[in-house]
C-alpha cells in the first residue's frame, strides 16, 4: 500500500508537527499529545475536552478552537488516547468552571476518561462526562459495549461547544450534550476497507462488488453484506435503519459524512437521495453538512447523522466556530 509517512511508528506525531505548523492559533505539545486551544484557559468558561484513536481527522484535534473543543487528546491509530493525556488537557483548559468530557462509546475510551476523570477531581478539578452512542447499526460490536460513538460526536462537541461559549454553567453545558446524544442516531457504510499504517494492508476482507451495512469507523462488522448497491438504495437502507429507531417530531441537523476515501461528488449525489428519503417520510431538515469529518483513514464509504434539533439547540448550531476543521460565522 502507497501511503505519504515517512515510517509507521511516528505517523501521529508527524501529522501533529504538521497541525502545529499550520494552525499557530493551537497550542500543539506533541511529546505529551494533547491539543490546546491557546488562548486557554478562558475565565469563567467550561472547558471541553475530548479525543479518541487517530486515523477520524478532523475528528478530534481539528475541532478544538472557539465555539468548539477547548482540547484534544489524539492516541496512536485506532487507539485510545492515555489517562495522562486526559488528565494534562483538563489542567491546561480548566479555569475553575469545570470539564466536560465528550467521550465516544468504545471501552478503551470509557476506561480511560473515567480514570482521568478520577485523577482530575483529585486534583480539584470538576469533571462532568458525557458518552456519545448514536450508532444503530449494531448494540454491541468489537471494541463496544452497547452501541458506537460515531457521527452525533459532532454535534455534541458543536453544541455544548457553543453554550460553554456564552458561559452556560458545566451543569447546563452537560445537559446539552446528553440531549444532543439522545436526539442523534447514525448509520455507516463501507465500500471498501480501510488501511492503517501499522499494518499496511487492508484491516478486514471486503470482495470486490460488496458492500458493508451498517460498519463501525475502526472497520468493525455492521449488520450484513450485499452486493453493490446504487447511491439510493444505500442510502434508503441508512434512513430506514435510523428512522426505525427514531421518529423525528422536529426539524433534524443532517450530517452526510464521508469516511476519508469518497469525494464530494459522490456525497453531494447521496446527499441529494438522502434529502429525498427525508421528504417521502415528511422529516424536515434544518440544517446540512456534507464533508469529511468523522473519518476512517482511507475508507470510502460514508455515514449518515440524524439529530432532532429545537430553537435552542438550532441557535447554538449556528453559533460562531473557528476551528480547523469547522468554521463559520466569524
Not at 306 to 311: F, K, N
Amino acid at each position: 500500500m502507497k501511503m505519504l509517512i515517512n515510517v509507521a511508528e511516528t505517523v501521529v506525531a508527524d501529522a501533529l508537527h504538521g497541525m502545529a505548523a499550520a494552525h499557530p492559533e493551537l497550542t500543539v505539545d506533541v511529546e505529551n499529545r494533547v491539543v490546546v486551544r491557546r488562548d486557554a484557559p478562558v475565565a469563567g468558561k467550561v472547558a471541553l475536552v475530548s479525543g479518541g484513536g487517530s486515523g477520524h481527522e478532523p475528528l478530534h484535534g481539528g475541532f478544538v478552537g472557539p465555539g468548539m473543543l477547548s482540547a484534544a487528546c489524539p492516541g496512536e491509530v485506532f487507539t485510545s488516547p492515555v489517562p495522562d493525556q486526559m488528565l494534562r488537557a483538563a489542567a491546561a483548559v480548566d479555569s475553575g468552571a469545570g470539564v466536560l468530557f465528550i467521550v465516544k462509546n468504545y471501552t478503551g475510551d470509557v476506561l480511560n476518561f473515567d480514570m482521568a476523570a478520577e485523577l482530575a477531581e483529585d486534583e480539584g478539578i470538576q469533571i462532568a462526562k458525557v458518552l456519545v452512542d448514536d450508532d444503530v447499526a449494531v448494540t454491541d460490536s468489537l471494541y463496544t459495549a452497547g452501541r458506537r460513538g460515531t457521527g452525533a460526536t459532532l454535534f455534541v462537541e458543536k453544541i455544548a461547544g457553543a453554550a460553554a461559549e456564552e458561559g452556560q454553567p458545566l451543569e447546563r453545558v452537560e445537559a446539552l450534550a446528553r440531549q444532543v446524544n439522545e436526539n442523534s442516531r447514525s448509520f455507516g457504510v463501507a465500500l471498501s476497507a480501510c488501511t492503517t499504517p501499522a499494518k499496511g494492508s487492508p484491516t478486514f476482507d471486503l470482495p470486490a462488488g460488496e458492500l458493508e451495512l451498517g460498519v463501525g469507523i475502526h472497520g468493525e462488522p455492521g449488520r450484513e453484506r450485499r452486493a453493490m448497491m446504487t447511491s439510493g438504495e444505500i442510502a434508503d437502507f441508512a434512513i430506514h435503519a435510523i428512522l426505525d429507531d427514531m421518529t423525528p417530531r422536529s426539524p433534524v441537523l443532517l450530517l452526510v459524512n464521508g469516511m476519508g476515501a469518497t469525494p464530494l461528488l459522490e456525497l453531494y449525489g447521496f446527499n441529494a437521495e438522502v434529502h429525498r428519503l427525508l421528504a417521502q417520510r415528511g422529516v424536515a431538515v434544518a440544517r446540512t453538512l456534507v464533508g469529511n469529518y468523522v473519518t476512517s483513514l482511507d475508507m470510502a464509504g460514508a455515514s449518515v447523522t440524524l439529530c432532532q434539533v429545537d430553537e435552542e439547540l438550532l441557535r447554538l448550531w449556528d453559533a460562531p466556530v473557528r476551528t480547523p476543521g469547522l468554521r463559520w460565522g466569524v
